[in-house]
Protein backbone atom coordinates (compact mmCIF):
# COMPACT_ATOMS: atom_id res chain seq x y z
CA UNK A 1 0.00 0.00 0.00
CA UNK A 2 2.75 2.44 0.55
CA UNK A 3 4.11 2.34 -2.76
CA UNK A 4 1.14 3.09 -4.16
CA UNK A 5 0.13 5.93 -1.96
CA UNK A 6 3.95 7.13 -2.90
CA UNK A 7 3.05 6.80 -6.71
CA UNK A 8 -0.34 8.62 -5.74
CA UNK A 9 1.05 11.32 -4.68
CA UNK A 10 3.13 12.04 -7.66
CA UNK A 11 0.02 11.97 -9.92
CA UNK A 12 -0.10 16.16 -11.14
CA UNK A 13 -3.15 16.33 -11.62
CA UNK A 14 -5.07 14.10 -9.05
CA UNK A 15 -7.77 15.82 -6.36
CA UNK A 16 -8.60 14.34 -3.49
CA UNK A 17 -10.52 14.57 -0.38
CA UNK A 18 -9.95 15.79 3.76
CA UNK A 19 -8.19 13.14 4.99
CA UNK A 20 -10.42 10.97 7.19
CA UNK A 21 -9.97 10.34 11.33
CA UNK A 22 -10.75 6.69 12.91
CA UNK A 23 -14.97 8.17 14.00
CA UNK A 24 -15.17 8.99 10.08
CA UNK A 25 -14.10 4.94 9.60
CA UNK A 26 -16.40 4.28 11.84
CA UNK A 27 -19.39 5.70 10.76
CA UNK A 28 -18.85 4.75 7.19
CA UNK A 29 -19.05 1.14 8.40
CA UNK A 30 -22.00 2.07 10.19
CA UNK A 31 -23.78 3.96 7.45
CA UNK A 32 -22.93 1.38 4.81
CA UNK A 33 -24.42 -1.46 7.50
CA UNK A 34 -27.81 0.56 7.64
CA UNK A 35 -28.16 0.55 4.11
CA UNK A 36 -27.61 -3.06 3.44
CA UNK A 37 -24.42 -2.87 1.89
CA UNK A 38 -21.81 -5.05 2.03
CA UNK A 39 -18.50 -3.65 3.71
CA UNK A 40 -15.14 -3.90 1.60
CA UNK A 41 -12.19 -4.83 3.25
CA UNK A 42 -9.91 -2.71 5.97
CA UNK A 43 -7.91 -2.23 3.06
CA UNK A 44 -10.13 0.23 1.30
CA UNK A 45 -10.69 1.94 4.66
CA UNK A 46 -7.13 2.53 5.18
CA UNK A 47 -6.38 3.86 1.38
CA UNK A 48 -9.44 6.27 2.43
CA UNK A 49 -7.70 7.74 5.69
CA UNK A 50 -4.67 9.06 3.17
CA UNK A 51 -6.86 9.75 0.07
CA UNK A 52 -10.49 10.04 0.79
CA UNK A 53 -11.54 9.39 -2.89
CA UNK A 54 -9.18 10.38 -5.67
CA UNK A 55 -10.57 12.18 -8.97
CA UNK A 56 -8.04 12.01 -12.02
CA UNK A 57 -9.80 13.05 -15.18
CA UNK A 58 -13.16 10.61 -15.51
CA UNK A 59 -11.60 8.39 -13.12
CA UNK A 60 -12.52 8.08 -9.50
CA UNK A 61 -12.19 6.22 -5.89
CA UNK A 62 -15.36 6.73 -4.57
CA UNK A 63 -14.34 8.92 -0.85
CA UNK A 64 -16.31 9.34 2.18
CA UNK A 65 -18.43 12.40 2.90
CA UNK A 66 -19.04 13.03 6.19
CA UNK A 67 -17.90 16.71 6.00
CA UNK A 68 -19.17 17.20 2.30
CA UNK A 69 -15.87 17.67 1.35
CA UNK A 70 -15.51 15.55 -1.81
CA UNK A 71 -17.87 15.02 -4.67
CA UNK A 72 -18.14 11.29 -4.90
CA UNK A 73 -19.39 10.11 -1.64
CA UNK A 74 -19.47 6.41 -1.43
CA UNK A 75 -22.84 6.21 0.78
CA UNK A 76 -24.68 8.26 -1.76
CA UNK A 77 -23.13 6.12 -4.86
CA UNK A 78 -24.32 3.37 -4.32
CA UNK A 79 -27.69 4.39 -2.83
CA UNK A 80 -28.52 6.67 -5.96
CA UNK A 81 -26.83 3.74 -8.54
CA UNK A 82 -29.16 1.00 -10.62
CA UNK A 83 -27.10 -1.96 -9.11
CA UNK A 84 -28.88 -4.72 -9.26
CA UNK A 85 -26.77 -6.74 -6.48
CA UNK A 86 -26.29 -3.77 -4.14
CA UNK A 87 -26.49 -6.65 -1.69
CA UNK A 88 -22.99 -8.29 -2.85
CA UNK A 89 -21.47 -5.83 -4.67
CA UNK A 90 -20.21 -2.47 -2.93
CA UNK A 91 -19.59 0.41 -5.80
CA UNK A 92 -15.92 1.95 -4.44
CA UNK A 93 -15.22 4.13 -7.49
CA UNK A 94 -15.61 4.75 -11.56
CA UNK A 95 -14.84 5.65 -14.96
CA UNK A 96 -17.13 6.79 -17.99
CA UNK A 97 -18.08 3.22 -18.67
CA UNK A 98 -17.02 1.28 -15.90
CA UNK A 99 -17.71 0.67 -12.21
CA UNK A 100 -14.93 -0.63 -9.82
CA UNK A 101 -16.74 -2.45 -6.71
CA UNK A 102 -16.28 -5.10 -4.12
CA UNK A 103 -18.05 -8.51 -4.73
CA UNK A 104 -18.69 -9.63 -1.32
CA UNK A 105 -19.62 -13.42 -2.07
CA UNK A 106 -16.35 -13.83 -4.30
CA UNK A 107 -14.05 -11.64 -2.00
CA UNK A 108 -13.09 -10.12 -5.17
CA UNK A 109 -12.67 -6.32 -6.70
CA UNK A 110 -13.76 -6.31 -10.19
CA UNK A 111 -14.35 -3.86 -12.99
CA UNK A 112 -18.04 -3.91 -13.84
CA UNK A 113 -19.45 -2.90 -17.14
CA UNK A 114 -22.21 0.30 -16.30
CA UNK A 115 -24.70 -0.88 -18.36
CA UNK A 116 -25.17 -4.81 -18.04
CA UNK A 117 -23.29 -4.79 -14.25
CA UNK A 118 -21.17 -7.82 -16.18
CA UNK A 119 -17.79 -8.23 -14.98
CA UNK A 120 -15.14 -7.73 -17.22
CA UNK A 121 -12.03 -8.02 -15.06
CA UNK A 122 -10.76 -9.47 -11.46
CA UNK A 123 -8.46 -7.68 -9.63
CA UNK A 124 -6.29 -9.45 -6.75
CA UNK A 125 -6.54 -6.03 -4.08
CA UNK A 126 -7.15 -3.28 -3.80
CA UNK A 127 -4.14 -1.65 -4.34
CA UNK A 128 -3.72 -3.32 -7.71
CA UNK A 129 -7.87 -2.12 -8.36
CA UNK A 130 -6.53 1.63 -7.58
CA UNK A 131 -3.77 1.07 -10.39
CA UNK A 132 -5.80 -0.51 -12.90
CA UNK A 133 -8.48 2.41 -12.86
CA UNK A 134 -6.02 5.88 -12.61
CA UNK A 135 -3.71 3.72 -14.70
CA UNK A 136 -0.85 3.85 -12.56
CA UNK A 137 1.72 1.13 -13.78
CA UNK A 138 2.39 -1.48 -11.17
Known amino acids: MEELL ?4 EL ?10 AADILQAK ?6 SLPLPPDEVFQFLTYYNGFKL ?3 CIFGIDNRHHF ?3 LLGENLASDNPYQD ?3 LLGETSGT ?5 KDKRQYCIIDKSSFMVLHRLKDFAATVRYILKIDD
Open 6 to 9: KQIS
Open 12 to 21: EYGITGSPLI
Open 30 to 35: EDLSDA
Open 57 to 59: DDR
Open 71 to 73: LHD
Open 88 to 90: NML
Open 99 to 103: YVAWV
